[in-house]
């Protein structure tokens, strides 16, 4: 699985360790979801302020 982090169009490197941690999140809570597929294939969030 791969993850990419941008803050305003700018892409933040992200260690393994929180890599692993935003990916576990991430998909744990989005694959517990009514209606989403087990063979899902991308997740997208966008979170403006």
């Keep these: 699985m ?3 982090l ?3 169009g ?3 490197p ?3 360790f929180v ?3 935003l990916n576990g999140t ?3 809570a989005v694959t ?3 209606g989403i ?3 899902w294939k991308k997740i997208e969030i966008e979170i403006q302020k």
Excluded: A
Aim: glycine share 8%; net charge neutral; charged share 50%.
């Design 10 to 12: 700018k892409e933040i």
């Design 19 to 21: 890599e692993k941690i």
């Design 2 to 4: 791969g993850l990419k």
């Design 32 to 34: 517990s979801l009514r």
């Design 14 to 16: 992200l260690n393994d």
């Design 26 to 28: 991430i998909t744990g």
């Design 6 to 8: 941008k803050v305003d």
């Design 37 to 39: 597929r087990e063979d």
